[in-house]
């Protein structure tokens, strides 16, 4: 009878049979107690400092006041540990103007790790994101994540091992990505339905796609306008673990730069090497997982208006990732070959050609030495792949800089 009494009793309460949650010292419940009264109570030239040391927080830190600025010592002296963390998904949730964030870092969030919505002039400097067991399909999503937001400046930072993208811009305009480093990530860096973008000197290895330009549908903004420059894109060639059903799931392992969709995108100067699928891909929205779904009105699944020119590319398309694509390397190019450094899935918009070619503005447009480029043949699923050079040979005028203007 005593037995019963103790399982019925076991089975109302909350959590039997598992371990408790870890217990926080006092030091972290004070700290932790002080610092959301400090994001709540922030107004405009507040200064929110974290000092050195790691700081064991339970509960996201919502901020939503303008003006404000969170700094620690470094992103490897002041860092905000998420670890055991029981309430929120992000680690960091803001919504307001004129924020910056420096020198801390956020690991292991149960969600995103630094998520900033519809803010306007947004800084994030020397911040580190980071999963500290490394990749796992468990991750938060996004680690630097500004959405619908104007005048983004990334810099110095680092992601490392979100399942999703490690620094990501969505549907946000007049971005600079620079200086920062991501691996260990799906997407290392992704500029997605944003306008007017550079992203310059950055490092993305070690994640299965290294930068990836998106215009995606059913999203508020169409992108267009994309600057990526003088980066070290090299060795990306992680398995792929995002979750089942979104747009980087369908992001072949070994995948250096990927533009999908986007009208206006230049590509330059750039050190790109040893992704095993390719150097850089040029996509339509037919050729991702969302294919059979109709794009939505005023939405243009066509890559145009690419220029791709003055890189420097070494090794890569040895060992690109599915059966499909290594099929298609054997047969072109023996098991010893590899795949050019420009792959291009040959969807065409048959309604904007003119006299069987697109526009001269809109043309896709390699000017890279010898640099040729596989037309896969992605409509016919790779039926009739063919290496093309002289067809893509072509110039585009320079985009302009993306400018963070003036508050």
Same mark, same amino acid.
């Given at each position: 009878?005593?037995?019963?009494?103790?399982?019925?009793?076991?089975?109302?309460?909350?959590?039997?049979?598992?371990?408790?949650?870890?217990?926080?010292?006092?030091?972290?419940?004070?700290?932790?107690?002080?610092?959301?009264?400090?994001?709540?109570?922030?107004?405009?030239?507040?200064?929110?400092?974290?000092?050195?040391?790691?700081?064991?927080?339970?509960?996201?830190?919502?901020?939503?006041?303008?003006?404000?600025?969170?700094?620690?010592?470094?992103?490897?002296?002041?860092?905000?540990? /998420?670890?055991?963390?029981?309430?929120?998904?992000?680690?960091?949730?803001?919504?307001?103007?004129?924020?910056?964030?420096?020198?801390?870092?956020?690991?292991?969030?149960?969600?995103?790790?630094?998520?900033?919505?519809?803010?306007?002039?947004?800084?994030?400097?020397?911040?580190?994101?980071?999963?500290?067991?490394?990749?796992?399909?468990?991750?938060?999503?996004?680690?630097? !994540?500004?959405?619908?937001?104007?005048?983004?400046?990334?810099?110095?930072?680092?992601?490392?091992? +979100?399942?999703?993208?490690?620094?990501?811009?969505?549907?946000?305009?007049?971005?600079?990505?620079?200086?920062?480093? =991501?691996?260990?990530?799906?997407?290392?860096?992704?500029?997605?339905?944003?306008?007017?973008?550079?992203?310059?000197?950055?490092?993305?290895?070690?994640?299965?796609?290294?930068?990836?330009?998106?215009?995606?549908?059913?999203?508020?903004?169409?992108?267009?306008?994309?600057?990526? @420059?003088?980066?070290?894109?090299? +060795?990306?060639?992680?398995?792929?673990?995002?979750?089942?059903?979104?747009?980087?799931?369908?992001?072949?392992?070994?995948?250096?730069?990927?533009?999908?969709?986007?009208?206006?995108?230049?590509?330059?100067?750039?050190?790109? +090497?040893?992704?095993?699928? =390719?150097?850089?891909?040029?996509?339509? !929205?037919?050729?991702?997982?969302?294919?059979?779904?109709?794009?939505?009105?005023?939405?243009?699944?066509?890559?145009?208006?690419?220029?791709?020119?003055?890189?420097? @590319?070494?090794?890569?398309?040895?060992?690109?990732?599915?059966? $499909?694509?290594?099929?298609?390397?054997?047969?072109?190019?023996?098991?010893?070959?590899?795949?050019?450094?420009?792959?291009?899935?040959? !969807?065409?918009?048959?309604?904007?050609?003119?006299?069987?070619?697109?526009?001269?503005?809109?043309?896709?447009?390699?000017?890279?030495? $010898?640099?040729?480029?596989?037309?896969?043949?992605?409509?016919?699923?790779?039926?009739?792949?063919?290496?093309?050079?002289?067809? /893509?040979?072509?110039?585009?005028?320079?985009? =302009?800089?993306?400018?963070?203007?003036?508050?």
């Amino acid at each position: 009878m005593r037995k019963l009494i103790m399982l019925v009793l076991c089975a109302l309460a909350t959590g039997c049979g598992k371990e408790p949650p870890p217990q926080k010292s006092g030091d972290d419940a004070a700290f932790e107690k002080a610092l959301q009264q400090q994001f709540l109570d922030a107004k405009p030239g507040t200064v929110i400092d974290i000092p050195p040391g790691k700081h064991m927080l339970q509960r996201v830190l919502t901020l939503r006041a303008n003006g404000v600025t969170v700094r620690g010592a470094g992103s490897d002296k002041s860092v905000l540990s /998420f670890k055991n963390q029981i309430s929120g998904p992000e680690g960091m949730l803001v919504y307001g103007n004129d924020f910056v964030i420096e020198h801390l870092a956020i690991e292991d969030s149960k969600g995103d790790g630094l998520k900033i919505n519809d803010g306007t002039n947004v800084t994030v400097r020397d911040v580190r994101v980071e999963w500290t067991a490394g990749p796992s399909k468990d991750n938060g999503a996004y680690g630097i !994540y500004p959405v619908k937001c104007k005048n983004v400046l990334v810099e110095d930072s680092a992601s490392i091992g +979100a399942r999703d993208a490690g620094i990501y811009v969505g549907q946000s305009q007049n971005v600079v990505v620079r200086r920062n480093r =991501a691996e260990k990530n799906v997407a290392g860096i992704e500029i997605e339905n944003s306008i007017r973008a550079d992203v310059y000197e950055n490092t993305a290895t070690d994640n299965t796609g290294g930068i990836l330009v998106f215009n995606m549908p059913d999203l508020t903004q169409h992108g267009e306008h994309a600057r990526v @420059f003088k980066n070290k894109v090299f +060795a990306n060639n992680l398995g792929n673990f995002a979750a089942k059903g979104t747009a980087v799931a369908s992001v072949p392992a070994g995948s250096g730069i990927i533009v999908t969709s986007n009208p206006k995108v230049e590509i330059f100067d750039n050190d790109i +090497a040893d992704n095993r699928t =390719a150097n850089i891909i040029v996509a339509s !929205y037919f050729i991702t997982n969302f294919a059979d779904k109709k794009p939505t009105e005023g939405y243009d699944p066509y890559p145009k208006s690419i220029y791709i020119h003055d890189n420097r @590319f070494t090794g890569g398309g040895d060992a690109p990732d599915g059966l $499909d694509w290594k099929a298609l390397k054997v047969s072109m190019f023996g098991i010893g070959g590899h795949f050019p450094d420009v792959l291009w899935d040959g !969807y065409v918009d048959t309604k904007s050609l003119v006299d069987g070619q697109y526009p001269a503005e809109q043309r896709i447009c390699v000017k890279n030495g $010898d640099v040729e480029v596989l037309d896969v043949d992605g409509p016919n699923k790779f039926a009739n792949p063919k290496v093309m050079k002289d067809e /893509f040979h072509c110039e585009l005028p320079p985009l =302009a800089a993306a400018e963070l203007k003036a508050p």
